[in-house]
């Protein structure tokens, strides 16, 4: 792999030598969040991205104190090696992954490929529950250089230093729908923000889950204009696709300044007053600024 | 010692949306996930003893929730 952070992705096999590695915690963040218990990796843990890696009230990520205790009661100390792995891709994973970061974990990585990979590899599965032993854990201070809010979403709309990629799917962004099939309608207008490009963010995966080759990945996001020397800012519906975008970027392109706009379509489509795009033509305000 | 066997994936068409179906049986039992194909979000499972009622109670749950969902 000649990523540039190859440390970040272990594979199947790895995961199969460190299951039981006292220095290594295996946690599984999934989509769906009943999947852990048909079957899981053996010593994993499991995160609900819906009750422990959110602030459902204050819409937020989740809180430092609350981190820390999740962290601990997994067993995670700061010197941990956390392994991350889920459905899809490691979609959610990755939400949860972001959130590690934000807090200052040093050593978190994904298995490339994710459940599906360790599932249609036949690799064994148990369905016990490990009890971790808790642990203490110190968070740093949020760390909001790897996020970006509305205002500064909005600036960078009119600035040619920035580019913004918009990582849901082609009907969200051209506003044919509002959300992806299936879910609830969550924002009063469809479209996109004026400018954003849109490059679907599992697009950066191979059929069987693992992430595509570095050089694939380049030629799909700079084809585009999402170029290193830019300032780029992704998002989606809600801030968790578009956490799996920001990693691939920041880690495995190594660009310098990505973050992730968790406000995401859910807010600027919901703003009053706020310039929305349907066409599939890009840079229409930039061009005009 | 059990493991996912039979895995089986298919990405096809739900009333006209595209949808992604994995099956898998693990210690004896069905599992069928139906995602929607983007972004990959569950609309709908089942568990069950065999594999087809697994994948028919899936896709009917499916196409209801899929009905309920608007396209504009």
Not at chain 1, 144 to 154: A, D, F, G, K, W
Not at chain 1, 251 to 272: F, H, I, Q
């Amino acid at each position: 792999m000649n990523y540039a952070r190859p440390e970040m992705l272990v594979s199947t096999e790895w995961v199969d030598q460190h299951q039981f590695d006292p220095h290594v915690v295996i946690v599984e963040v999934d989509v769906d969040t009943q999947a852990y218990e048909e079957g899981h990796i053996p010593g994993s843990l499991a995160w609900n991205w819906q009750k422990e890696l959110c602030d459902t009230v204050r819409r937020d990520v989740i809180g430092k104190a609350e981190l820390e205790k999740l962290l601990g009661d997994s067993g995670i100390s700061n010197d941990t090696t956390i392994v991350l792995y889920g459905d899809n891709n490691n979609w959610f994973a990755a939400w949860a992954l972001w959130q590690l970061k934000m807090y200052g974990h040093q050593d978190v990585r994904f298995m490339n490929g994710g459940r599906k990979k360790w599932l249609a590899e036949g690799r064994v599965l148990t369905k016990e529950v490990r009890k971790p032993e808790p642990a203490t854990y110190k968070a740093a201070d949020r760390d909001e250089s790897i996020r970006s809010y509305l205002n500064e979403v909005q600036q960078a709309m009119r600035s040619n230093d920035y580019v913004m990629v918009d990582v849901r799917s082609n009907d969200e962004y051209t506003g044919k729908i509002l959300s992806p099939a299936g879910l609830a309608e969550t924002c009063q207008r469809g479209g996109h923000i004026p400018g954003a490009i849109n490059i679907p963010w599992a697009q950066a995966c191979n059929e069987d889950g693992t992430f595509k080759s570095r050089e694939e990945l380049e030629t799909l996001y700079q084809s585009k204009g999402i170029a290193p020397d830019k300032n780029v800012i992704a998002y989606c519906r809600i801030g968790e696709r578009s956490s799996h975008t920001w990693f691939v970027l920041k880690y495995l392109l190594g660009y310098d300044t990505v973050t992730n706009y968790d406000g995401s379509w859910t807010e600027w489509g919901n703003l009053v007053g706020a310039p929305v795009e349907k066409e599939l033509a890009p840079n229409a305000v930039k061009q005009m600024a | 010692m059990i493991k996912a066997e039979d895995y089986f994936e298919e990405v096809r068409e739900l009333d006209g949306i595209p949808v992604r179906i994995t099956v898998y049986k693990i210690s004896g039992e069905f599992h069928c996930h139906i995602f929607n194909a983007d972004a990959g979000a569950t609309i709908a499972r089942c568990s069950a003893g065999d594999r087809e009622t697994a994948l028919q109670v899936a896709l009917q749950k499916a196409a209801k929730r899929l009905h309920r969902s608007i396209i504009r």
